[in-house]
């Protein structure tokens, strides 16, 4: 074979490896959700893909594997082929509670490429409607007066509801009196309602019955994007502070998809995120589009993981938790 003959095939073969990326989706699109269908994950997912698969040009169906706190929807994720026709998603569990337990051998988010994170459920806190407390400042102040005797119902003892309650007394340098309610958003419901508790640390979408009925109101989100939901709630960043604790979505693909392939679900989420129709469906729900692109998103997981990785290792040192 000529050197010229050999050139040109070589140009051949990068054209035509350029031009199949190019046409890019030729086929369905599968969005692995690790959770059940019907839940709050699953119903963003849904309807960010009916609205981003116009935009890329291909269906977009989800397919929900659950188990094992999401780790066995991520796992096939990880392992499946890097060629932009399986994605999935990662929520707080996939990204902090299953590689720190270590629940999964060669469960690593490095098999993975992370490409947007699209939403984000911030914690946040929640007051009683009946308490003297009407700012995030009347909690606080009442709390360095009184340290160690202002009760805030959180969840499960190492949960992250529990994080973002420790933080706020290390932020603040305050000292609450933490009561643990392991039945979730309802127990603590019930616990408000019935007068235990003034002051509870969970999303404003698990209090969205309470707050639409006026029987309690936040005081504060841990975030620095502001609800759609619940305007009248100031985040954290408004208040000065630098708490940031919740839930989130993240967008990823198997480590090793195209870059041109990776681009195109990226734009095609962004374009689903920022369109008039998901923006007025989802500030119905409580939860907050909050958008970070490829160039971002990898630095603010590994960033957001490794700092609840030390608040907990933190709780098994002092005997707290286990691991």
Known sequence: MTIFKTVALGIGLTLGAT????EYPEKDIRIIVPWGAGGGTDG????LATIAEQEIGASMYVENIEGGISATGVSQLMGAEPDGYTIGVLTYDSVVTVPWQNLVP???LDRLNLI?????EP???IVSTDSDYKTIEDVLADAKERPGKVIIGIQ???SRLHLAALQLQEETGTEFKLIAYPGGAAAQKEAMLNGEVQIVSTSLGDFSSLLDDDKAMGVVEFTD?????YTSVPTAAAKGLDLRMGSFIVVAAPAGVPEDVAQKVEGAFQT???SDEFQSWVSKIGVTPNWLGTAEVTDWTNATAEAIYRDLDKLVEDGVISK
């Open 19 to 22: 031009a199949a990326y190019a």
């Open 44 to 47: 963003i997912v849904r309807k």
């Open 106 to 108: 060669d469960y690593s």
């Open 116 to 120: 947007a994170r699209v939403t984000s």
């Open 123 to 125: 914690d946040a806190l």
């Open 156 to 158: 499960n003892i190492g």
């Open 225 to 229: 994007a502001q609800n759609l939901t």
């Open 272 to 274: 689903a995120l920022e």
